[in-house]
């Protein structure tokens, strides 16, 4: 499955993550059912709580549970590819994350999967709630931008897609500019080590490699020239004077708001004691 979003990535859902999510909800759901072994042994404490579920029986019923992981894929460029996930354990009650279970876990799907890191986090349920924000702010050490992965587990005939909504956050928007940022001064940085080790004679010089930068170099705007000093000094002048003529405009209009009401208030006295505009 493959969708677009409106940051302009474009994720592609394999469908093993919706069926570890499934099985992962189907064992939590069945656990907590009541066995039929213990049904029996309980049926005292039942008969006398028969009135109270004839009348109220729909309350007494729990809700459904929700589990908690994380999906792991790959991103390049602008597609973002999830492959798998694993179950995390999380007590949503009191917020707690048990933190070496979600390393040992990391550790095991690096060593199959070495291509592979977290993206984000999963979870089911009709529709997203406060309370993840804990969760999300709690893996936001691992991957800056988590995806939010929701399955809705409430079977619905009428709907044709797939119950899954993929949520990003406001920071996933600029993680391709911030990668590619990144990418850039950290290759910056390796070359500049390197030329800095050949000057000082630590590291043969190599005149093709000196070459190759020269001509890297030739690419970048000359931004040192004379005209490029004429052009942005000329850009900033007008950029000043459009703002100092709309702060003149801003005062001349309060002046004309103040002005007008100095005559309103002198020409309602005038027309009491005799008085003149005031101005």
């Known amino acids: 499955m493959a969708s677009s979003s409106s940051s302009g990535l474009t994720f592609k ?24 072994s213990l049904t029996s042994t309980s049926s005292a404490a039942t008969s006398n709580n028969n009135n109270n579920n004839s009348n109220g029986g729909e309350n007494n019923q729990q809700p459904p549970p929700r589990v908690y992981g994380c999906v792991i894929g790959v991103q390049r460029g602008r597609t973002v590819e999830i492959f798998n996930s694993f179950e995390l354990i999380y007590d949503p009650s009191t917020r707690s994350l048990d ?6 876990k990391q550790e095991l799907y690096k060593k199959v999967f ?13 529709d997203a709630q406060e309370s ?15 995806l939010y992965v929701l399955l809705n587990p409430a079977i619905n005939p009428a709907q044709k897609d797939l119950p899954v909504t993929i949520y990003e956050s406001v920071a996933a928007q600029l993680t391709g500019i911030h990668s590619a940022i990144k990418m850039l001064n950290s290759r910056i940085r390796v070359l500049h080590q390197y030329l800095v080790g050949m000057q000082k004679g630590d590291i043969p010089c190599e005149s093709s490699l000196l070459r190759q930068v020269s001509s890297l170099l030739r690419r970048l705007p000359a931004i040192e020239s004379e005209k490029f000093q004429d ?3 000329m850009e900033y002048n007008d950029t000043l004077l459009i ?8 005062c ?25 505009a005031f101005i």
């Open 132 to 146: 993840d924000m804990h969760f999300h702010k709690a893996l936001m050490d691992i991957n800056e931008s988590p």
């Open 99 to 104: 933190r070496s279970f979600l390393e040992k």
């Open 114 to 126: 070495p291509h592979f890191y977290v993206l984000g986090w999963y979870s089911t349920g009709s």
């Open 231 to 233: 052009d942005f000094l």
């Open 13 to 36: 859902f394999h469908p093993l993550v919706i069926v570890n999510i499934s099985d992962h909800y189907t064992r939590v759901k069945s656990q907590l059912n009541l066995p039929p």
């Open 252 to 276: 001349s209009s309060t002046m004309n708001e103040l002005v007008d009401k100095f005559n309103t208030t002198y020409d309602r006295h005038s027309r009491r004691g005799g008085r003149t």
């Open 243 to 250: 703002t100092y003529l709309a702060m003149f405009t801003n």
